[in-house]
């Protein structure tokens, strides 16, 4: 959580212009005069620049319910993904339309969320890029916790790695000296093959969480959730210029028979995302699009 240096006075002309009042950004702030760093990695309750455990105990000294606003800054994580997720998972499948384990990439977002004078939360900004410097004690046990849960839950080993270059080296030895060999995939064994290894995953995740806990899939708001995914998508392929194809009808041995072509925008899947109770950003992981989680309070 981060803090402006001077108390905030409602704007006016003869403030508009004190980015110190009206701005609560590390990088304006540490620029002021008034600006006090934490310099104690175990205290997390002092300086202009606090974790987000400090401000939850802060609302509920004051008669707040920080369940009630965490509860809510998790909900407008959650759609703003699914504003995405269409447009991710389109990118990634035409890139890489034989990745069956979906694990190619990832990416930690920084989420900026404002509390208004209510305690209702609002999504400023989401960082590609949040800033990993570590200016203070407290900056670094809190970045560092983070990265190393992000790279353990990413799950990068050489063994897997080697284990992949081997599979494909088959593949090309397969496809070089055997012709014709009928060994395609089908859409049955593909979706056998996710399923699989989702399992997998989210075996490993839930025995390598560390201080991550999941927040979407959420059993009671998937529904509500799916409207935001959907809507998504009916606008990307709008401005694409695609349409979801028409039932068509199909000349077989067996007669004539009606099939369904799927729309040319891959299904999304549920994304991935987790969230640290970091000091300047609420940092998120996108992990090809599963699930969602949210850092642990300490």
Known sequence: ARFATEKYVKP??????????????????RTSKNFISNTNASNPNTGHKRSLAFIW?????????????????????????????????????????????????????????????????????VNHAPSFGTDSPFDRKVKFGLIRDVVRLVNVRPEKRREYERKEQEKKDLRMYVKNTGSKV??????????????????????NCGGFTRIYPDAKLNSKYQQF?????????????????????????????????????????????????????????????????KKKKK
């Open 12 to 29: 006016s002309m003869a403030n508009i212009n004190n980015m110190y009042m009206h701005l609560t950004n590390y990088s304006i702030n």
């Open 57 to 125: 105990n802060y609302i509920d000294s004051h008669n707040g319910n920080s369940k009630s606003i965490r509860r809510k800054v998790k909900r407008a994580i959650v759609k703003t993904l699914c504003a995405v997720q269409p447009q991710l998972s389109h990118c990634f499948r035409s890139c890489q339309p034989f990745n069956l384990d979906n694990s190619m990439c990832f990416e930690v977002l920084g989420f900026d969320v404002l509390l208004d004078y209510k305690l209702k939360p609002w999504v400023l900004e």
């Open 186 to 207: 089908s859409r049955e064994e593909r979706e056998e093959i996710k399923k699989r290894v989702m399992e997998e995953r989210d075996l490993f995740d839930a025995q």
């Open 229 to 293: 995914i959907d809507y998504a998508e009916r606008e990307l392929e709008a401005f694409y210029g695609l349409r979801k194809r028409e039932p068509q009808l199909s000349n077989s041995k067996q007669g004539t028979q009606f099939t369904e072509k799927t729309s040319s925008i891959p299904r999304p899947k549920t994304c991935l995302l987790y969230t640290s109770d970091a000091a300047d950003d609420m940092q998120c992981v996108d992990l090809g699009g599963r699930r969602i989680i």
